[in-house]
């Protein structure tokens, strides 16, 4: 169950790129320890507002709010986790990974704070390996890792399983829920898989093809999920007739 307070808040979001108009003016929010799912075709405007909320891309007009401020920055309030596996340095180790980002933000307690969270992701005998020597799955367990060490007030994932195969999926799906309800972050996570929206969210804000939000779900299923279930089934149909109602370009 997420906290009351709304830890982001993405108001408003204008986003062009020449005429061409990809956010008309969104608006969500998520608060502490909920995962809130953006579902959309590809080409909707689902990572552009993911860039946004992380202040990596700035909007042309709309405000994003962490805990109630006003952000125009990257800040160690917020961490970002991209699709593609190769995001940690094949140059250093899984530790090394997970404590780069501790040890520029002068954490004093790194290392310990590196090995408890590789232990938390099931990946502590694995501590001094390379990524050339970890299976996909281990190397987004690390990026994971990585972002949880850092203890940020929101975690925002863009589309970060779709690169393992479905059973590996499922336990970074069911590590991701965990992770959150221990460490008590935010997360915005982009996907187009309807299946992974209903395992991973307490809410699924839908967005059409041309980057409005169409509408939002709450997921009325306890956990652990199964999205084959009866609830479940008609939520994915509900989803699916929404989204079909408004194809990828």
């Known amino acids: ?32 320890r909920e995962i809130v799912c953006l579902l959309g075709p590809s080409g909707c405007g689902k990572s552009t507002l993911a860039k946004i909320a992380a202040s990596l891309l700035e909007p042309d007009d709309g405000t994003v709010r962490v805990n109630g401020v006003p952000v125009t920055a990257p800040d160690a309030n917020r961490f970002m986790i991209f699709q593609e596996q190769d995001q940690i340095f094949p140059w250093k180790t899984a530790l090394g990974n997970v404590t780069f980002p501790l040890r520029l933000d002068g954490v004093p307690d790194w290392r310990a704070r590196g090995i408890e969270t590789l232990r938390e992701v099931g990946l502590e005998a694995a501590a001094e390996k390379y990524p050339h020597q970890l299976s996909g799955g281990m190397r987004q367990r690390v990026a994971l890792a990585r972002a949880f060490a850092m203890r940020p007030s929101v975690l925002i994932m863009d589309e970060p399983f779709a690169s393992v195969d479905a059973s590996l999926r499922f336990d970074l799906q069911d590590l991701l829920v965990r992770l959150v309800a221990e460490h008590s972050q935010a997360v915005l996570f982009v996907t187009h898989e309807i299946d992974e929206s209903i395992r991973l969210a307490e809410r699924i804000v839908v967005m059409s093809d041309d980057g409005a939000v169409t509408g939002e779900h709450t997921v009325p299923i306890d956990r652990p999920r199964d999205a084959r279930s009866p609830v479940g089934s008609r939520l994915a149909h509900a989803l699916f007739e929404q989204l079909s109602e408004h194809p990828s370009r």
């Open 1 to 32: 169950m997420a906290d009351s307070a709304e830890a982001l808040s993405v108001l408003n979001i204008v986003k062009r790129y020449g005429d061409h108009l990809v956010l008309p003016g969104v608006s969500l929010s998520v608060g502490a």
